[in-house]
């Protein structure tokens, strides 16, 4: 699947259920929305969810991986977003529940 088909996939059959949910390419990847707010970016053909100190031991015991970009010199940077298992993206319950948790996480991070 290549990028464009994955970001139509994301939103079509992963978030389509979601209201309020939006996309903007960004750094040659999309920063996904709900209401104006960020909370989770798709990059290299993943779709990362936003988390914080509050979610994040959620999201780890899930297995989710962290996602983390090359910058100069080979040196990696680890950000706070994660993906989830491959199962719940096809649950859109518990999509719902990660979009949730992500939201809340982003929000809480804006005050």
């Known amino acids: 699947m290549n990028k464009q088909e ?3 996939y994301v939103m079509n059959d992963v978030l389509g259920h979601i209201p309020g949910v939006t ?3 960004m750094f040659g ?3 996904i929305y709900k209401n104006g707010v960020i909370f989770a970016l ?3 053909e993943k779709l990362y969810f ?3 100190e509050t979610v994040e031991n959620t999201f780890k015991s899930a297995g989710g991986t962290q996602f983390e970009y090359s910058k100069g010199n ?3 940077t680890k950000m706070r977003y994660w993906t989830i298992p491959q199962e719940d993206m096809d649950d ?3 999509v719902s529940t990660w ?4 939201y809340l996480a982003s929000k809480r991070n804006m005050s």
Do not use: L
């Open 99 to 102: 979009v949730e948790k992500s």
């Open 92 to 94: 859109p319950n518990k």
């Open 29 to 31: 990847g999309y920063g």
């Open 42 to 44: 798709i990059a290299y």
């Open 6 to 8: 994955f970001h139509n």
């Open 50 to 52: 936003k988390s914080d």
């Open 23 to 25: 996309s903007r390419a």
């Open 74 to 76: 080979h040196k990696f």
